[in-house]
């Protein structure tokens, strides 16, 4: 299996987000910044060109191999702001149901602002996240 092409990079954070050019999704991004940071207690650092990751865990693939990865983390892109709560949903419909308007992915939540949703709820929705990972991890 090929490396994966989105990697940790020294890239910095701070530049990337001050470039968003809409000013509402900055702003948001800079608040997801902290409170994901604050979550982690884990430096912010890019990966690839446009994803922010916090922490990190091993993970195997199906196949045996293994992989290092973010814990949680975000983008702002083009349609949305999407955050990457790598755990999926499927174990949190008490939380999703509570946290507002949203739509989903595997393991993204796609948001249009951040006004959109209970940021209480997102908090909790990252911590319970990055707990079943750290359980689960190599």
Known sequence: MAALKTQKNDADVTAFLNAVPDEQKRRDCFAVLEIMQQITGAKPYMWGPSIIGFGEYRYKYRSGQEAEWFLTGFSPRKQNLTLYIMAGFGRYQE?????GKYKTG???LYL???????????????????????????
Do not use: G, N, P, W
Request: with cysteine.
């Open 106 to 108: 595997q393991s993204c």
């Open 95 to 99: 939380l999703m149901a509570k946290l």
């Open 112 to 138: 249009k602002r951040l006004s959109d949703i209970d940021t209480e709820v997102l908090k909790e929705l990252i911590r319970e996240s990055i707990a079943y990972l750290k359980e689960r991890s190599l």
